[in-house]
C-alpha cells in the first residue's frame, strides 16, 4: 500500500455562466486557454493544481475568501465537477467513476463537514448523526447504536433527541462532526467547519479535533481563511491564491518563511493579532489587579 | 384590419376530431366514465353515512389537534350547522362528495407530475405554459366537449373540477422541492445519497409545507368550481345557486351563497391547520 491518501493531478475548474455550468477543458488547446482567461462569462476557480495528501495528515488548505478553496475540497468528490484533471483518493481514480461507483466511494471513503452544517432540519439529532448509514443501507438498531456512541464522542448524547433548530452553533457542528465520525471513512474533508463560531468555541472545537485525530489517525482535508489554526491543526499546509497554490509546506515554515507578499500578508496579520492579544491580557491583568486593590481598601 | 386571405380556422378540424373520437371511442369513454362515476358514487354514499353531529365532532377533533385554540375550533365546528338549518345538508354532501373525487384525482395525478417538473428542468419549459392554459382558458371551452365526450352529469363536472384545480398542486409541489436548501442537499450528496434518497430523505419532506399548501390550494379551487360544474349537472350546492338566479330568488341565492362559503371556510382551516401538523421541521 501506498502512503499516500489523496492524489490532485493538474485539476482545473471553470465556472461559466454561458456553458450551462459545465465546461470540459483540454489544457493544451492554447487558443481555448486564452480564450477563457481573458473571458468575462468564465470563472478559473481552480488553476493547476497538484498536490498530495499523506495518509494519516491533517492537510491543510488555507486563503482568503473566493481563493477557490470550497471549489477544491468539492471536486475531491465531485460535488462540483472538474473541468480538467484527475483526482485519485486512497487508489480509486475518482474522475474516472461512474455515478454508481462515485456514489459508493462517497458511502465509504469520505465525509464531508461543512461550514453551515448542513444538518437535515426535518431529522433529530440522532437520525442526523445515523444519516450516512441510513443512505448505506444499515438497519435502523444498528445504526442508531453506532449514532448514538459517536454522539457520547462528541458530548452530545443527552441532545439525541432534539432537532438541529434548537443547538447552538458550536453543538450543531458537534452533530456534524459526529455524522462524519459515525461513517468512519478513512479520510475527513472539512470546509472551514469552525468559521462561523464565537472565537472560544472554535478553540474549544480545534482542541477537540485535535483529540480525536490522536486515536484516530485519518486523513483531514481541512479548509480554513484562519492562519491560527492552520498552525494549530496542520501537518502540512497549502495557501490558496485566485485558484492557484502559491506556497505549500509545514506550517511553521510558512509562518517563519513567507513565500511571497500575499502569504506574509497573513502571517502579519496573526502577528498582529498575538500583538493585540498580548496587550488585552496585560490591559486585563491591569483592571484586576487595580479591582482587588480597590477591594481590600 | 388584419388581410382576409391569411385566416386560418382549426374550428372545424377540432369538431371533426371530437366527432371522431366519439364515433370510435364511445366504449372507452363509457368505460372511464361508468369508473369514474362508480367511484364517485362510493365516495358519496360513504360520505352520507356520516350522520351531521359526525361531521360536527370530526370538524371539531381535527380543528382542536391542528389549531389548539377553543374559540376557532368551536366556531368552525358550529358553522356548518347553519348548512342544516337552511335545508341545504344533503346537496352541501353531495358537493363534498364531487370536491374530495376531484382532489384526490388532482393530487394522484399532481404531486407526482410537480415532482417530475422539479426532477427533470427541461420538462418545466413544457408543462409550465400547459398549466397556465389550464388555469386561464374559460372553463365553458373544455366543458362544451366534456359533455361531448361523456354526457350531462357528475363526471364532466369532476373533469372539468380537476382541469381547473390540478395546476396549483403541481406548480407548488415543484416550487416547494426547488426552494429546498442547496446546503443541506449537498451534504446528502456528500454521503452517499442517490438522486431517489435525495429526493425520498431530503427533498420531498423539506417540500412538504409548500405541497400541504398546493393541496389547500387545490381544495379551495374545486370547491369554487361547484357553481359552474353544476351548469352541466353536478347538482348539490352549486345547482341552488343556480336556480336562485333563475329565479332571481335573492334571498335563496344568499342562502345558498352562504353554505358554500362556510364549506370553503371549514375546509380551508382544517386543510391548513393539517399542513402545519405535517410540517416535518419541528421546532424544538
Ligand atoms: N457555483 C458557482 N458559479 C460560479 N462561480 C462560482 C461558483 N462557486 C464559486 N464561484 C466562484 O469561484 C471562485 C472561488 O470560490 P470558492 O471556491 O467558493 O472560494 P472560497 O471557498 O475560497 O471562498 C470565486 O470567485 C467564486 O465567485
Ligand atoms: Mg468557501
Known sequence: ?297 | MFPEAWEFHVAQHLNRGIKILIQNHSEGFDAFSNGLLQFLLGVQSALSTIPWWGYILLIALISWFSIRRIVPTIVLSLLPLLIGVFGFWDLAIETLAIVVVSVVISLVLGIPLGVIMAEVKSLGYVIRPILDAMQTMPSFVYLIPAMMLFGLGKVPAILATVIYALPPVIRLTCLGIELVPKPVQEAALAYGATRWQLLKEVRLPLAMPSIMAGVNQTTMMALSMVVIASMIGARGLGQEVLLAINRINVGRGFESGISIVIMAIVIDRITQGLAKKWDPVKKR
Open chain 1, 1 to 297: 500500500m501506498s502512503d499516500v491518501a489523496i492524489e490532485v493531478k493538474e485539476l482545473w475548474k471553470v465556472y461559466s455562466k454561458s456553458k450551462s455550468g459545465k465546461v470540459v477543458l483540454d489544457v493544451d488547446d492554447e487558443e481555448l486557454m486564452r480564450s477563457i482567461e481573458v473571458s468575462e462569462e468564465d470563472v478559473v476557480a481552480v488553476r493547476d493544481l497538484s498536490f498530495e495528501v499523506k495518509k494519516g495528515e491533517v492537510f491543510i488548505v488555507m486563503g482568503l475568501s473566493g481563493s477557490g478553496k470550497s471549489t477544491l475540497i468539492r471536486c475531491l468528490i465531485r460535488l462540483v465537477e472538474p473541468s480538467y484533471g484527475k483526482v485519485i483518493i486512497n487508489g480509486y481514480d475518482v474522475t474516472a467513476m461512474d455515478k454508481k461507483e462515485l456514489t459508493e466511494f462517497r458511502r465509504y471513503q469520505t465525509a464531508m463537514v461543512f461550514q453551515h452544517y448542513g444538518l437535515l432540519p426535518h431529522k433529530d439529532v440522532l437520525d442526523n448523526v445515523a444519516f450516512g448509514l441510513k443512505l448505506r443501507g444499515v438497519p435502523k438498531k444498528e445504526r442508531r447504536e453506532k449514532a448514538m456512541h459517536a454522539l457520547e464522542v462528541v458530548g452530545l448524547e443527552k441532545w439525541a433527541n432534539y432537532y438541529p433548530s434548537s443547538l447552538s452553533g458550536g453543538m450543531r457542528q458537534r452533530v456534524g462532526i459526529a455524522r462524519a465520525l459515525v461513517a468512519d471513512p478513512p479520510i475527513l474533508l472539512m470546509d472551514e467547519p469552525f468559521s462561523g463560531l464565537d472565537p472560544l468555541i472554535r478553540r474549544e472545537m480545534q482542541d477537540e479535533l485535535i483529540r480525536l485525530q490522536e486515536e484516530m489517525h485519518k486523513t483531514i482535508f481541512f479548509v480554513t481563511h484562519d492562519l491560527d489554526e492552520a498552525m494549530r491543526l496542520g501537518d502540512r499546509m497549502a495557501v490558496m491564491r485566485d485558484g492557484s497554490i502559491v506556497q505549500i509546506g509545514k506550517p511553521a515554515e510558512i509562518f517563519a518563511n513567507p513565500a511571497n507578499d500575499y502569504v506574509a500578508r497573513f502571517v502579519q496579520d496573526r502577528r498582529e493579532e498575538i500583538r493585540k492579544a498580548d496587550e488585552q491580557i496585560a490591559a486585563l491583568n491591569a483592571a484586576k489587579d487595580k479591582e482587588v486593590n480597590s477591594d481590600v481598601s
